[in-house]
């Protein structure tokens, strides 16, 4: 199973994090900082697994993000890359030619993403459309409460003129 | 209005932050809007809980704490509106784990989501749910998981299944109720419930066996690999397609499942070799996708039980992958054979050059691999050719890698070498090249091996004396090597014990010296190694009376030395030097033979194993109090044998007597060669420059003895056991005199008070302690023994144990007989030294057997109340 997932940038900051066995707030920015520091060290030809207590990182650079994924020693590292290329396949088409500017003024877009992806650290949709069309089914609910409640105040608003 | 609620927009805050220049001015801007999230959630503001939220999650996400929203994120969730819950649950699972008190509240407002008429609002609480639910919540919502597994809808399905895995992860006895729902999951056609539902599956055969059997017959077993052959076979379909592969993550879960329900049966396997072989011959590997079926199709093949054409099959893709130029299919593979090792070794073996060259990759990660396999692939036939490989690389291996490389070539060498020249050769090797990477168990262990060689003490102190001229800078090389000159340097110069293969050199007396000179006077030798030295040097200069000027003078310059340790040997053994000629020789005898079954046998208890598999057992306890059952025994048993009566003190004692030196087993150690006589003995003591205190059972092996602290037996080996000052001091206005003064009247050091150390109805011990002056580590104990029932008690044994950091040594009792009603007692004196004085407190298992109107009785009990520094 996918222990935590992480989104660093190539300065180190964290984009996004994900966690999917407890740790509490200390371990978290240990487990982050020690990572960034081995991640971002690493070359670019090198292999994309890093061992690391126990565990194994998966992490595949795109542009100037780095996507991390701790998973257990017996899980499959291929695969896990393929995960790491669907979740940026989708964000991809959701945002359109995704940058990480994106993913940091809508952050909270991109977890609700990744919670279509994955639940309890394991996958959940193998399709993209899929993911696609209940993002965009629950964007809509949202956008139709906003409208709702803006026609509300402006019918007070007109009604207390 | 409040002033701070008016608030900025998310997106302005994000930008703000962005545009700080300094950490600090970030701390301001946090520290601003959190107080104006502060104020918002105090005034219960409704209008803005949605984005403050928001911005807490972006604050939390950089580092500052969260916690006072907590229960905003409840209060969202419980509101009504569908915007509302999703930012509620998106907080809930960003500043909550399950291990907050605070989660309890959600459950209520999570099983009404989970009832929900909005398909939507039920997959958040199930996301939320899958995420971080406790045990507990798991418990008081498992009925309503197990119900939406079979909701209408095919996403609410796949999301309730990944929610059971938590479920049952957490609370395994639920698993039997979702074996059912489990199993009807894995006849649907949306490839989202199958992926979960297979999952689910998987993860239901590893907590329970019921589930395991219940899946393993033909029924469920033959649709799982009609599944995987539908899916292997399907046509193009657009929307699952990865480089031409329809849904390789189906691909991979349905092999997972498989290699679960396969192993260890056989039956299972069989129904699955024709698709396994189809998989493994038909996926495409030019693409990441294919190769991860590959990897997983291999693994699943290696784990099942066997069939000998698969696996040949899977061997060979591993082969494949080995020589692929992608480094992580590289890395996959090496992992593999790992695995595949205890398949099949003879076919791993084949890849052997290709894993050694993988041994010397760019990448941190394949090397760590590569290596772990080698030392697997090592055996006596292949050691050499390996060894030979691995050290010629260790010259130009990155310094971060060397500590490994190091460590497993000594293990390799230790394990499997053919001969002791061999060894000793190898040995030198690794310490010419990465000496300062060596462990101090590797070069004590390396230097147990020497002196057990006796044949081979003349070529090894040749090899060393040439390696150390080259290699001066490896601390762990200048030690073995000053040690071996110290004991062995007439053989270095009369060139005793030459072996055809050696070339002949001419080594004078001062070359010797010269060598420790250089050792003594490096910047980078530290306390030990010029410890060691010094002793080099002292047995030197009777083994090389021309050179007994020098060697004084080199002592002599660490008189001012500001370690301690050096100032007090320096001073020491310059007066050895100097005045005592007569005793000199005797004192710097060689080395006893080191024992090399003692010496393991305490590396193999007291460190952590380095092989990984066996770390579960190691015997590395904090404390060392606590043993596993079998240890006080056999510490009992060895114990006993001690008991014989010890003879007493002979003449030459006197002076033990006066330093208070504990002295009484002086007998020699059997089994060792040489039998210094007793006054000798004890002045190697109190120098420290040999064995030290002969007592008991363990002692030559002391010297290498690796405890759990390495500095203390570093510090052990060197005689380094810190002595306090003032027993130093006396000890040496002693020696200068070398007259039987009579001891000058000391203070006892503070008493301790008696404790009763066992008490039953039947028999209560007590101990009275006392110190030996000058010797704070050692405490004498005088037990007493009372009876208190009614009945005699005849053949009365005490026998006592400690754990390591402790010595004891028992003296006879004053008699087996114990009169009823506490008529009277026994008593017998306990010697005990600690070697963490000061730091450990005294800990003791007792044993008391006696005979009871002829029966047996025994009273075991453990003894944790003795006074505090002690």
């Known amino acids: ?161 | 209005m409040n002033p701070f609620s008016s608030g900025t927009r998310l997106r302005d805050m994000i930008r703000s932050i962005r545009a700080c220049k300094t950490a600090a001015e970030e701390r301001a801007v946090v520290r601003k809007e959190c107080a104006a999230i502060r104020a918002a959630i105090n005034e219960n503001d409704q209008d803005y809980r949605h984005r403050n939220l928001a911005k807490l999650m972006f604050i939390h996400m950089l580092g500052y704490p969260t916690h006072f929203g907590q229960m905003e994120c409840l209060k969202s969730i419980a509101s009504a509106g569908f915007p509302e819950k999703r930012i509620g649950y998106l907080g809930l699972m960003l500043l909550l784990d399950e291990r907050q008190e605070v989660l309890m509240l959600v459950t209520n407002s999570l099983k009404q989501d989970l009832n929900h008429t909005n398909q939507y609002i039920v997959g958040l609480a199930l996301c939320a749910l899958g995420n971080i639910c406790s045990a507990e919540m798991a418990r008081d919502l498992a009925p309503e998981v197990e119900r939406l597994l079979q909701f209408r809808d095919p996403n609410i399905r796949k999301k309730a299944a990944l929610c059971s895995i938590r479920i049952i992860k957490k609370v395994p006895d639920l698993a039997e109720n979702f074996i059912n729902p489990a199993a009807a999951l894995l006849k649907e056609k949306h490839h989202g419930v199958l992926i979960t539902g297979i999952q689910l599956v998987t993860d239901l055969c590893k907590v329970s066996t019921e589930a395991l059997e219940f899946f393993r017959k033909p029924k469920c077993l033959d649709g799982l690999v009609k599944t995987l052959r539908d899916v292997v076979n399907s046509p193009y379909a657009p929307e699952y397609d990865i480089a031409g592969i329809t849904d390789p993550f189906l691909h991979i879960r349905l092999l997972k499942l498989l290699r679960v329900l396969g192993q260890g049966d056989a039956d299972a396997s069989d129904c699955m070799n024709d698709i396994l072989a189809q998989v493994a011959t038909k996926t495409e590997s030019n693409k990441n996708a294919g190769n991860a079926i590959l990897y997983e199709c291999v693994e699943t093949i290696m784990s099942i039980e066997d069939n000998g054409g698969l696996r040949v099959l899977a061997i060979n893709i591993l082969g494949r992958f080995l020589s692929n130029r992608d480094n992580n299919i590289r890395y996959v593979a090496l992992n593999m054979l790992m695995k595949a090792i205890t398949v099949d070794a003879q076919a791993v073996q084949r890849h052997r050059a290709t894993i050694l060259e993988c041994v010397k990759d760019l990448d941190a990660s394949i090397r760590k691999r590569a290596l772990e396999l080698v030392c697997l692939l090592v055996n006596e036939s292949n050691v050499k050719p390996l060894t030979k490989e691995l050290i010629d690389y260790l010259e130009i291996s990155d310094q971060e890698f060397k500590g490994d490389l190091t460590a497993k070539i000594c293990s390799m060498v230790e394990k499997f070498s053919p001969d002791k020249i061999w060894y000793i050769d190898q040995m030198l090797k690794v310490l010419s090249e990465a000496g300062n990477f060596v462990k101090d168990e590797v070069w004590h262990a390396l230097i147990v091996v020497i002196s057990n060689a006796s044949d081979l003490h003349g070529y090894t102190v040749r090899a060393l004396y040439r390696a150390v001229q080259t290699s001066i800078e490896q601390e762990s090389l200048v030690r073995v090597a000053i040690w071996c000159i110290g004991e062995y340097g007439d053989m270095l110069v009369n060139n005793g014990g030459v072996l055809n293969i050696e070339d002949p050199i001419t080594v004078t007396e001062s070359d010797a010296v010269d060598v420790v000179e250089i050792a003594i006077k490096h910047h980078s030798s530290d306390i030990t190694t010029k410890a060691m030295a010094m002793v080099a040097l002292l047995k030197l200069s009777s083994r090389f009376p021309s050179c007994s000027e020098r060697i004084r003078d080199i002592i002599v310059q660490n008189k001012g030395s500001l370690v301690l340790e050096l100032q007090q040997r320096s001073i020491e053994f310059n007066s050895i030097v100097e005045k005592h000629q007569n005793i000199r020789s005797t004192l710097v005898e060689r080395m006893p033979v080191l024992d090399e079954a003692t010496f393991s046998g305490r590396r193999a208890g007291s460190l952590p194993a380095t092989v990984s598999t066996s770390s579960g057992t190691s015997l590395n306890l904090p404390n060392g109090v606590a043993k596993p059952a079998a240890a006080p025994l056999v510490d009992l048993l060895d114990l006993s044998s001690d008991d014989a009566p010890v003879p007493s003190s002979s003449g030459n004692d006197f002076l033990q007597d006066l330093l208070g030196v504990d002295i009484s087993p002086a007998s020699v150690q059997p089994g060792t060669s040489q039998a210094p006589k007793a006054g000798t003995d004890v002045l190697l003591d109190l120098l420290s420059i040999g064995s030290p205190p002969v007592q008991n059972n363990s002692t030559p092996s002391d010297i290498l003895s690796s405890s759990q602290d390495n500095k203390s037996s570093v510090a052990k080996l060197d005689g380094l056991s810190p002595t306090p000052s003032g027993g130093a001091a006396s000890m040496i206005d002693l020696l200068d005199g070398f007259v039987p003064n009579s001891p000058k009247p000391e203070d006892n050091g503070p008493a301790y008070p008696s404790i009763v150390a066992f008490e039953s109805s039947s028999l209560r011990l007590t101990f009275n302690f006392s110190k030996p002056p000058g010797n704070p580590q050692t405490t004498l104990i005088q037990a007493t023994f009372t009876n208190l029932s009614p009945n005699v008690y005849t053949d009365f044994v005490f026998q006592a144990a400690v754990p390591k950091f402790l010595q004891l040594h028992l003296d006879p009792a004053s008699g087996n007989t114990l009169p009823a009603s506490g008529n009277g007692s026994i008593t017998q004196t306990l010697r005990v030294t600690n070697s963490q004085h000061g730091k450990k407190p005294l800990v003791m298992r007792t044993r008391i057997a006696y005979k009871l109107n002829n029966r047996d009785v025994l009273e075991e009990g453990q003894i944790n109340n003795f006074p505090r520094d002690l």
């Open chain 1, 1 to 161: 199973m996918i222990h935590f997932v992480l989104l660093i940038s190539r300065q180190g900051k964290v984009r996004l994090t994900k966690w999917y066995s407890p740790y509490t707030q200390k371990e978290r920015s240990k487990v982050i900082r020690e990572l960034s520091g081995v991640i971002l060290t690493r070359g670019p030809k090198l292999c994309n697994f890093v061992e690391w207590r126990g565990y194994k990182v998966v992490y595949k650079r795109y542009a100037s993000l780095y996507f991390c994924m701790c998973v257990d020693q017996e899980d499959n590292e291929l695969e896990i890359l393929e995960i790491i290329h669907h979740y940026v396949e989708i964000l991809d088409r959701y945002f359109g030619s995704v940058c990480e500017l994106d993913l940091i003024f809508n952050f909270h877009k991109a977890y609700y993403i990744l919670d279509e992806i994955l639940i309890a650290g394991e996958l959940q949709e193998s399709s993209k459309k899929t993911v696609a069309r209940l993002i965009a089914a629950q964007d809509s609910l949202v956008e139709t409460a906003k409208e709702q409640a803006s026609s509300i105040s402006n019918i007070i608003a007109q009604a207390t003129k």
